[in-house]
């Protein structure tokens, strides 16, 4: 998958050999008078040689065959100088012309044949941001902080919205949020879970560590992490559980709403570590 960039050089081919076409035809037409247009379609040739701006595929054979005709004209007119100014002959002028015609039906065939589509727009959401590099919904200290397993994560479930495949972003968003919840957990328990951990004996942990907290009055209802348990709680029962049944499919509307949900509870997690955690946390660590 790649991004297809500078399309205006599609149309700018297009006007290059509109141009050469005028020249060409131009009633006393000389080697010498098109010979800047040759050279600009040389420049259209060597872009589709290159699949720049896309690939092409019947284009490029049309495309040679011309750059063999203009090839074979300058070759004999720098054999014979002469023919500079001298109208084009009859079978150049009849090459020239086949090729241009045939290179303009074959480059409209791929154009046309092309499998693009266009990535629309999701939510306030930058589809580059989505497809390239989805961390970036997080503040950047908040991306610091997670690991590389984490930002795969987070990337596939922004790439899965962008190209509607909204069952594989809320899977992907729900996976980001289990890699944080076990940093989370760590940071609160002083011990790590086994990798893997789910978020229901997550939550599980999560709840007596608040109880004692909260029995020590260490902690009052509205410390942070009652609403992350809260988060948690929600994302386990409302998205996670039923995202691991093979019956659960989500539209759109609902893999957003998984993949804001996770944010937020990727935030709430951070934030709350930050605050609870003796020593500054290192980049990477959830």
């Known amino acids: 998958m790649q991004k297809v960039e500078r399309l205006i050089s599609l149309f700018n081919h297009g ?24 050279g600009f379609i040389k420049v259209c040739i060597k872009a589709i040689e290159d699949n720049d701006p896309v690939p092409f595929a ?21 054999h014979n100088p002469g023919l500079w100014n001298a109208p084009l002959d009859a079978i150049y002028h009849h090459e020239l012309n086949a090729s241009i015609s045939g290179l303009e039906t074959l480059l409209a ?10 990535v629309t727009p999701r939510r306030a959401y930058s589809v580059d941001a989505l497809v390239n590099n989805a961390e970036t919904v997080l503040d ?17 479930a922004g790439r899965a919205l962008a190209f ?25 328990l002083g011990n790590a879970p086994k990798d893997g951990e789910p978020l229901g004996p997550l939550l599980n942990t999560l709840r007596d560590k608040r109880d004692a907290l909260t029995a020590s009055k260490a902690i009052n209802k509205d410390d942070l992490l009652q609403i992350i ?17 093979p019956d659960m499919v989500l539209d759109l509307s609902g893999a957003m709403t998984v993949f804001d949900s996770s944010k937020c509870a990727i935030e709430l997690m951070l934030s709350d570590a930050r605050k609870k ?10």
């Not at 050999?17 to 006393?28: A, C, R, S, T």
């Not at 950047?140 to 994560?153: E, F, G, K, P, V």
């Not at 955690?277 to 959830?286: D, H, K, V, Y």
């Open 58 to 78: 019947s284009t490029l054979r049309g495309a040679l065959r011309l750059k063999s005709a203009i090839d074979n004209l300058f070759a004999t007119c720098r």
């Open 164 to 188: 509607d495949v909204p069952t594989a972003a809320g899977f992907h968003s729900v996976r980001a949020v289990e890699s944080v919840a076990r940093g989370y957990h760590t940071v609160l």
């Open 277 to 286: 955690c003796a020593t500054p946390i290192t980049n990477g660590f959830f």
């Open 140 to 156: 950047t200290s908040d991306a610091l902080l997670l690991s590389a397993r984490t930002i795969t994560d987070i990337r596939q």
């Open 109 to 118: 065939h791929d154009l046309d044949a092309m499998p693009i589509w266009l």
């Open 229 to 245: 348990i809260e988060t948690l709680a929600r994302i386990n029962n409302v998205f996670r559980k039923p995202l691991t049944h």
């Open 15 to 38: 006007f290059i050999i509109g141009q050469f076409k005028l020249l060409l035809n131009y009633p006393d037409a000389t080697p010498n008078s098109i010979f800047a247009a040759c």
